[in-house]
Each structure stands twice: as structure tokens, then as C-alpha cells.
């Protein structure tokens, strides 16, 4: 069985950005890229209903992570004093 592909989020944008300039033929710019047109239509779709927002990845949020960091450093720091 194959091992499933992941894709990084500046490689979805810049499909995206492909299809845009191609006058919407993703299915062309799909098989340039060597991905299922099917899959890029996904990514169309996310970039539009999400913009800047779009493909978050799989992982805690780095703002998200330092934030906790900071709340428990707040924490030990009034525990200490």
C-alpha cells in the first residue's frame, strides 16, 4: 500500500495561486503537479471559504503554544514568590 503524501501549506498555496492564473483549468495544473485534481479543488475550496487561514496544519499553533507557555510561566512564577 502506498504511504499517504503530505504537502506542505506553501506548496496548497501555490497550486491554488496556479489554478488562478491558468483560468481554472485544474485539472492541468493538477497533473503538472502530479496530485489528484480532485484534491486540488479541495484546496480551491478552502482558500476560499478560509483565506489567509486556510491549511492550519496538524500540530498545536505556535501562538496557540505560547500562550500556554506564558500562562505557565505565570504560574510557577507566583508559586515561587
Not at 502506498?2 to 504537502?7: D, I, L, N, S
Not at 496544519?57 to 514568590?81: M, N, S, W, Y
Given at each position: 500500500?502506498e504511504?499517504?503524501?503530505?504537502?506542505?501549506?506553501?506548496?496548497?498555496?501555490?497550486?491554488?495561486?496556479?489554478?488562478?492564473?491558468?483560468?481554472?483549468?485544474?485539472t492541468?495544473?493538477?497533473?503538472?503537479?502530479?496530485?489528484?485534481?480532485?484534491?486540488?479543488?479541495?484546496?480551491?475550496?478552502?482558500?476560499?471559504?478560509?483565506?489567509?487561514?486556510?491549511?492550519?496544519?496538524?500540530?498545536?499553533?505556535?501562538?496557540?503554544?505560547?500562550?500556554?507557555?506564558?500562562?505557565?510561566?505565570?504560574?510557577?512564577?507566583?508559586?515561587?514568590?
Amino acid at each position: 500500500m502506498e504511504q499517504r503524501r503530505t504537502y506542505s501549506q506553501d506548496f496548497k498555496q501555490e497550486a491554488v495561486q496556479l489554478t488562478k492564473q491558468a483560468s481554472g483549468a485544474m485539472t492541468q495544473v493538477a497533473k503538472d503537479l502530479g496530485i489528484n485534481a480532485a484534491m486540488l479543488g479541495r484546496w480551491c475550496r478552502e482558500v476560499g471559504q478560509r483565506g489567509r487561514n486556510a491549511f492550519p496544519g496538524t500540530g498545536i499553533p505556535h501562538d496557540q503554544e505560547r500562550a500556554r507557555l506564558k500562562r505557565e510561566l505565570a504560574l510557577v512564577t507566583r508559586e515561587i514568590f
